[in-house]
């Protein structure tokens, strides 16, 4: 079975101050990882997504996410905030065994308060 | 259209009330999931459609609960004899392919109030 971890329910940040939302996830197979946001009373986009190749992802947004496969971690990155980017932010993990329905496993989300 | 589509975007409903849940997927997006957010809580896996047949419905918490898919369009999700435990936000997701590699585009959800 997958799981996915964030570690920090809420993490509040300055505006224009660098920040990372942390993930963990466990799998015995190999995944795909995601990484959405939820602005208030909306649904949820696509930031960025890890398929293969290159560990370090970048997204919309100035989001990056570097893919760390021996601490299974996927943690979420931005040099420098905007209060615009206060919003839940969402990791999710997909198994990677081709033709497979993809379920996402989503974490509990990470909400990011931006202040002036 | 454009993106996924749902209705209605708030219910409020009456402990032991039926509702049926709408959403509207992309066109041309085989897959279609509903996941369910209660307050301060992550996504729960629902269903999963591929077409209108539904090979994973592990999710689903009941057998109050139901959905059904049409062709490769319309999906509903009803819930039966509702219970103050329903109350959440309810997100349909379509998918353009079969391959968990393609991401998932989101509607803005049902938020449901059983009172």
């Known amino acids: 079975a997958q799981s996915v971890t964030q570690l920090d329910s809420q993490v509040p940040v300055f505006e224009e101050a660098p920040v990372e939302l942390r993930c963990n996830y466990s799998?015995?197979?190999?995944?795909?990882l995601f990484w959405y946001v939820q602005y208030p009373n909306q649904g949820l986009q696509l930031l960025l997504k890890y398929l293969s190749g290159s560990t370090l992802v970048k997204g919309i947004n100035g989001f990056e996410a570097e893919f760390n496969k021996s601490q299974t971690s996927f943690h979420l990155r931005k040099p420098s905030v905007h209060i615009s980017d206060t919003a839940e932010y969402f990791c999710a993990v997909s198994m990677n065994y081709g033709g497979s329905q993809g379920n996402l496993i989503f974490g509990k989300g990470t909400k990011l308060s931006v202040k002036p | 259209g454009a993106g996924v589509s749902q209705s209605p975007s708030n219910k409020v409903t009456e402990k032991g009330k039926d509702v049926e849940l709408r959403c509207d997927p992309i066109?041309?997006?085989?897959?279609l999931y509903w996941y369910r957010q209660r307050l301060g809580q992550g996504l729960e896996f629902l269903i999963y459609?591929?077409?209108?047949?539904?090979?994973?419905k592990s999710g689903l918490p009941s057998d109050r609960f139901s959905a059904e898919r049409t062709g490769e369009s319309v999906s509903t999700l009803t819930i039966q004899r509702t219970q103050q435990e329903d109350s959440a936000v309810y997100l349909c997701a379509s998918r353009q392919g079969i391959l968990s590699s393609y991401g998932y585009t989101f509607g803005s959800g049902t938020r449901l109030t059983v009172v």
């Open positions: 459609f591929q077409g209108n047949s539904a090979p994973d």
């Open positions: 799998s015995s197979v190999s995944v795909y």
């Open positions: 066109s041309g997006h085989t897959a």
